[in-house]
């Protein structure tokens, strides 16, 4: 297991150190490169976020200046950093976080969101998409609807919280959506350890 885990983390810094080297040739800006590699595939070998046989997608991508994207969700875990301007990530449940240059967020659980440039400039962030073999990077909402979900914690239940969510269903009253969160699978990583500490 710890072999397999080694050649994982081998694989991925390759095809990371790989996806950066190839842009950095290149010199201009893409609005989307798309770098994919298949973790463990046709092997006993899996990922620990998705327990399985993975893919890893790195890409570039540009966000024009006043560009609303579309409503969506990732059926996987997506890392991303802002390399230029300001992306706002407008959650479908009514939050919006602002990410500018030198910073990084995270776009997983399977939440509604949508990404907005609001700014003077064209936005620049990459991303590293990690998910189960053969799952896209993005799935869209039908007819670009708003929707709200899903439940990520059993405070978003409280109160009057379970009724906002429309996404991937609505809840007929707290306990069903305390239920919901609590039935979702948690992949729960080691950390990692300083042995010279």
């Not at 024009?64 to 950093?81: A, E, F, K």
């Not at 509604?112 to 998910?131: L, S």
């Not at 991937?168 to 306990?175: L, M, T, V």
């Amino acid at each position: 297991m710890e072999k397999t885990m080694r050649r994982l983390t081998t694989r991925i810094k390759l095809a990371f150190a790989f996806g950066i080297a190839a842009l950095a040739v290149s010199g201009t800006v893409v609005y989307a490169s798309i770098f994919p590699v298949i973790l463990g595939a046709g092997t006993n070998a899996s990922a620990p976020l998705v327990q399985g046989p993975a893919s890893v997608t790195f890409r570039n991508l540009t966000t024009t200046s006043g560009d609303v994207g579309t409503w969506h969700y990732h059926p996987g875990y997506v890392h991303n950093v802002v390399t230029a301007g300001t992306v706002e990530i407008e959650d479908g449940c009514g939050d919006t976080s602002t990410f500018t240059a030198g910073q990084a967020f995270e776009t997983s659980e399977g939440r509604v969101h949508r990404a907005k440039n609001e700014g003077a400039i064209d936005a620049v962030e990459y991303n590293v998409f990690i998910r189960d073999e053969g799952k896209p990077l993005t799935r869209q909402i039908p007819g670009n609807v708003r929707r709200c979900g899903p439940a990520s914690n059993v405070d978003e239940c409280k109160n009057d919280g379970w009724m906002e969510f429309d996404f991937p269903h609505s809840f007929e009253n707290q306990g069903a959506c305390i239920a919901f969160v609590n039935q979702r699978p948690r992949v729960t990583l080691l950390e990692p350890l300083d042995p010279l500490q």
